[in-house]
């Protein structure tokens, strides 16, 4: 079993920063993929950026340029830099662990608004 906490969500304007973190406990050394979603209301649960243990990184075209995703394998952390966001951005955001056995694990979510 894996536990995911996040963390720093909140209210930003246009054009601010935001960074994410999310630490995971219990069986950490199985995790391969750490990576962030979001959803937004009345829409499907979207991959924001990915990263694995060898620190491939994956984004989706929407965030390209603007967030940086991070590990820190040794804290079993993962962190998402974001920056010039925008009013679309806004959504839950949910950390993510994928296990080589095939096991998935989500975080609580952290609510991410942007005001125009």
């Known amino acids: 079993q894996v536990q995911l906490v996040e963390s720093g969500g909140g209210l930003v304007q246009t054009g601010g920063s935001l960074r994410l973190s999310c630490t995971a406990s219990g069986s950490t050394f199985s995790i391969y993929l750490m990576g962030w979603y979001r959803q937004a209301p009345g829409k499907q649960r979207e991959l924001v950026a990915r990263?694995?243990?060898?620190?491939?990184?994956n984004y989706a075209d929407s965030v390209k340029g603007r967030f940086t995703i991070s590990r820190d394998n040794a804290k079993s952390t993962v962190a998402l830099q974001m920056n010039s966001l925008k009013p679309e951005d806004t959504a839950v955001y949910y950390c993510?662990?994928?296990?080589?056995?095939?096991?998935?694990?989500w975080g609580q979510g952290t609510q991410v608004t942007v005001s125009s």
């Open positions: 990263i694995s243990t060898g620190s491939s990184t």
């Open positions: 993510n662990a994928y296990q080589r056995i095939g096991r998935e694990y």
